[in-house]
């Protein structure tokens, strides 16, 4: 792809976000990593109640991009690269910011990695999980509209192929089951950031 197409799809994506925090020096950089429906977007718009950082959120951000999305490999890779730049680029101006993503596989997590170390943020990785029977029913209440939160347009389907494209994470991280209390990993979060 052009770089200047992808220049531009960040240039959209960072507008998309409104107003952005103060810069720090060592901006923490956390990545959430899980499956659809393991409360990924819940966790993150938790965690910025005590952390008012920008969540770089993939499902939203690709409805930037395409409005009408159809998740194929050509318009992910369009939209991924688009996110790295600009996650690239706020980092580099000292931005804090939460990735929300599948972040499934490591290969894709290491380019996050690279960004993180290159320019010097404090990178913390968080695992979002929750039982299948819990994601099952919250994946139905998505798709009825019971529960109209969230950007994702997964479904079980979509849920159960993805399961098997589930890779270990190989850096330190978070782990949090939704299904439970998240205030105690998210204090957690909030130390190492603080730290």
Not at 23 to 37: A, Y
Request: glycine share 4%.
């Amino acid at each position: 792809m052009e770089k200047h197409q992808v220049r531009e799809d960040a240039q959209r994506l960072e507008q998309s976000l409104g107003l952005l925090p103060e810069p720090m020096i060592k901006p923490p950089f956390i990545v959430v990593s899980g499956l659809p429906g393991s409360g990924k977007s819940y966790f993150c718009r938790e965690l910025r109640e005590r952390l008012p950082f920008p969540i770089v959120e993939s499902d939203g951000l690709r409805k930037v991009l395409f409005p009408s999305p159809n998740y194929s490999p050509s318009e992910s890779n369009r939209l991924f690269q688009a996110c790295h730049l600009l996650i690239e680029a706020l980092l580099k101006r000292g931005i804090p910011l939460i990735f929300d993503a599948t972040n499934l596989i490591e290969r894709h997590r290491e380019r996050l990695y690279h960004i993180a170390d290159r320019i010097g943020a404090k990178l913390i990785i968080v695992r979002v999980e929750a039982p299948p029977e819990v994601v099952r029913q919250r994946l139905e209440d998505r798709v009825s509209g019971a529960n109209p939160v969230g950007q994702s347009d997964a479904d079980w389907k979509v849920y159960q192929k993805m399961r098997s494209s589930v890779q270990k994470i190989s850096r330190n991280h978070f782990a949090v089951d939704t299904s439970r209390d998240i205030a105690p990993v998210i204090a957690k979060i909030v130390r190492q950031v603080n730290r």
